[in-house]
């Protein structure tokens, strides 16, 4: 049980470290609580709200480049992200996920904007989700 006395007492020092950061409040609580408890929900907890906010930093270190990448495995694009005027989830006729990009009419005119009814498709849900998220969030920043 050596192992587990060394892991406990490095997320202790974890907590120490983190806990009077206030940005860090509900992760230094969540650790907390999985030191206490030690149990596989309060794993869950944590690892769900560190995964929480790496994904969000990422995103935003991603919202300050010119540049979006969307799309997984070897069906990925990378475009300016001023060219993103509207996005939307949707499904293809094979019931894959899809993420559409400036969906318009043909007849609208994107003057200087070349990305017009791009479809984005996905071999799962969750990739075509993930990308919606990052990009609801580049798009508000």
């Known amino acids: 049980m050596l192992h587990r ?4 007492k490095a997320l202790d020092l974890c907590l120490k470290i983190i806990e ?16 206490e408890v030690e149990d596989e929900e309060s794993f869950k907890e944590f690892r769900y709200e560190c995964l929480k906010r790496y994904l969000f930093k990422r995103n935003l270190e991603q919202s300050k480049s010119k540049f979006i990448t969307l799309g997984s495995g070897d069906r990925v694009i990378t475009l300016p992200k ?3 005027l509207t996005y939307s989830k949707d499904w293809d006729s094979n019931g894959a996920a899809v993420l559409n990009i400036n969906e318009m009419p043909e007849e609208v005119n994107l003057k200087d904007n070349p990305i017009k009814n791009l479809r984005i498709i996905y071999g799962d849900v969750d990739s075509r989700d993930r990308d919606f998220d990052k990009i609801q969030m580049i798009m508000k920043v």
């Not at 006395?5 to 406990?8: G, K, P, R, T």
């Not at 009077?20 to 030191?35: C, E, H, R, V």
Request: overall charge positive; hydrophobic content about 45%; proline content about 4%.
């Open 20 to 35: 009077d950061n206030p940005s860090t409040g509900l992760i230094s609580s969540k650790l907390k609580t999985l030191i």
């Open 82 to 84: 001023y060219y993103v």
């Open 5 to 8: 006395l060394v892991l406990i």
